[in-house]
């Protein structure tokens, strides 16, 4: 018993460090002076649809017992393009390089002005490359050493600024609906994405660590759940609420990074901005971390060996630091359309996963995916090329982000209706 608190303890310190990351500093306080007076519902909102589903997708990974089982059941042709879409998503092409953007311009920039971006994302990913190389030590370099400094530096910005508030609570919200903002805002940290990867490295640990049976597995990894999701509770909410102080002096014009900074050296002065550039790039460095490794070792069995760990790590490293001189703003702006539609039918299949065996038919995961697949490809093109499809918003749960909900349950139970036989609970690999 004490060796399974001591491993959960240890999984989910990693596991909270994995999760907050870049979009996780940037996002809460940004939120929070949306919100004002309903900064609570912006966070309540912000943290479901962020950790909240990440978490139901570390318990799907739990039930399948592999990340792959998650996408199975659609076929492998489109279960592996899912999944490459995810990895890619929250690897190379987004999350990995908005890490050491986020550094830059938050950790860096405050403190030495004129420091070359381009030389930084050469040192931030050698470093990153370095940490990642040996493969078997990731977890615990991230769980033991790095989280509890970067938890005490949160804590200790959180509790100056509830002790001390930089002003009074915004009157009004600065948007029309805080609940859809505070789930776009969790949408854009990828967490859930993240989660379904992070899982090829908390499964990977708890075996080593000796908890071979599912059910040791079970408890580690809900251990270890409950502990990171109590610690982004506490970390968001603090974070929310220091945003919502700031409506005295800022706007919603005001750039993420720089209202983030500003709060900092509010509530800390000058001496803080260096409390706070170690913060931010140990939240970074620890997610950079757990991206490269997980992506890696993705690949890796994708190719069935034939690419190594080592090597992939490096490559997506190289990448990472090209991408990441597009800059921060540039990375969320891509991400947005791209994150709007890969989401829906991952949410849809982490639920229906969740079920296990239980729905015999693939039809049902291949549809109820596809239909909210439509629905999410729909709302991109509209928001970004103008078409006129007003019937979207007829759709329930419409002004919450989640239109693609009802969409998604008449295809799932279309895909139950169709005639032949129930799919056999192994034949879940064929295309």
């Known amino acids: 018993m004490k060796k399974h608190l001591q491993d959960s303890l240890v999984i989910g310190f990693a596991l909270f460090s994995m999760f907050f990351g870049a979009g996780n500093v940037i996002f809460p306080p940004y939120l929070g002076l949306e919100s004002g007076p309903d900064w609570l519902l912006g966070f309540f909102s912000y943290y479901v649809a ?20 998650i996408t199975d059941r659609i076929g ?12 890619l998503c929250i690897g190379p092409m987004l999350a990995i390089p908005r890490t050491a953007a986020t550094t830059y311009e938050t950790s860096l920039a405050p403190l030495v002005s004129g420091f070359s971006p381009v030389l930084f994302s050469i040192l931030f990913f050698l470093l990153i490359l370095l940490l990642c190389v040996r493969e078997t030590a990731v977890v615990d370099i991230v769980g033991k050493i790095l989280t509890p400094a970067l938890l005490i530096g949160l804590l200790v910005l959180i509790a100056v600024g509830v002790a001390d508030p930089i002003g009074p609570v915004g009157r009004v919200p600065l948007v029309e609906d805080v609940a859809a903002t505070g789930v776009e805002a969790g949408y854009q940290t990828m967490d859930v994405l993240a989660a379904i990867v992070f899982g090829y490295i908390i ?21 270890a759940s409950l502990v990171a999701g109590t610690g982004l509770l506490v970390v ?14 800022f706007d919603i014009t005001v750039d993420r990074t720089y209202l983030v900074v500003a709060i900092v050296r509010n509530l800390l002065g000058d001496a803080g901005i260096i409390l706070f550039a170690v913060v931010v790039a140990l939240a970074c460095i620890t ?4 991206l490269v490794s997980a992506c890696a070792n993705y690949f890796s069995d994708l190719s069935r060996g034939r690419l ?21 703003n540039e990375i969320i702006a891509i991400a947005s359309p791209i994150l709007s539609v890969v989401y829906p039918p991952t949410l849809v299949l982490i639920v229906l996963a969740l079920t296990g065996r239980r729905i015999r038919r693939d039809w ?19 928001t970004y090329t103008g078409a006129e499809l007003a019937f979207l918003d007829l759709l329930p749960l419409s002004s919450l982000g989640f239109g693609w909900v009802l969409p998604a349950l008449a295809c799932g139970i279309a895909g139950a209706l169709i005639p032949g036989r129930s799919d056999a609970a192994g034949a879940s690999g064929r295309a």
């Open 236 to 249: 968001y909410l603090g974070l929310t609420y220091l945003g919502a102080t700031t409506a005295r002096f």
């Open 50 to 69: 962020d950790i909240g589903l990440a978490l139901l997708a570390m318990f799907a990974i739990l039930r399948q017992g592999s990340p792959d089982g």
């Open 364 to 382: 049902v995961f291949r549809l109820a995916a596809l239909g909210a697949l439509a629905v999410s490809l729909l709302e991109v093109i509209r």
């Open 203 to 223: 499964l990977k640990s708890a075996r080593e660590k000796g908890h071979t049976e599912p059910r040791a597995q079970i408890r580690v990894v809900s251990g």
């Open 76 to 87: 492998r042709i489109p279960s592996t393009a899912l999944m490459c879409a995810i990895v």
């Open 308 to 328: 190594s760990y080592q090597l992939l790590v490096c490559i997506i490293c190289v990448f990472s630091a090209v991408v990441s001189n597009f800059g921060l």
């Open 287 to 290: 997610t950079a971390v757990g």
